[in-house]
Nanobody, 118 residues
Framework: QVQLQESGPGLVKPSQTLSLTCTVS??????????WSWIRQPPGKGLEWMGA???????FYSPSLKSRTSISRDTSKNQFTLQLSSVTPEDTAVYYC??????????WGQGTQVTVSS
């Protein structure tokens, strides 16, 4: 059973960089054909895909967030990390990590609330 767990600060100040880590257990992030995504849901809004990192380390980003987003990985810890720079209160959301396989998003983390406020 694959499990994903988000971790990171729950409160970030405006203009700072938000950094979250997703720890994966029960499966390797380097397994062929899997992609590992970050998704967020602002209060009262729908889910927004932010970006992903693939099994070979290639990364992909939403065009609307590309200039502020970076996704990296630590294969020795089986983790992947989201960094979102220059945050504003509009970046307040529940942030999820998830696994993508063949057009399906089959495993999700439980989500972590991040609030941007001074």
């Amino acid at each position: 059973q694959v499990q994903l767990q988000e971790s990171g600060p729950g409160l970030v100040k405006p203009s700072q960089t938000l950094s979250l880590t997703c720890t994966v257990s029960g499966g390797s992030i380097t397994t062929n054909a899997y992609y590992w995504s970050w998704i967020r849901q602002p209060p009262g809004k729908g889910l927004e895909w932010m970006g992903a990192i693939g099994y070979s380390g290639n990364d992909f980003y939403s065009p609307s967030l590309k200039s502020r987003t970076s996704i990296s990985r630590d294969t020795s810890k089986n983790q992947f990390t989201l960094q979102l720079s220059s945050v504003t209160p509009e970046d307040t959301a529940v942030y999820y990590c998830a696994r993508d396989y063949a057009y399906f998003r089959d495993y999700w983390g439980q989500g972590t609330q991040v609030t941007v406020s001074s």
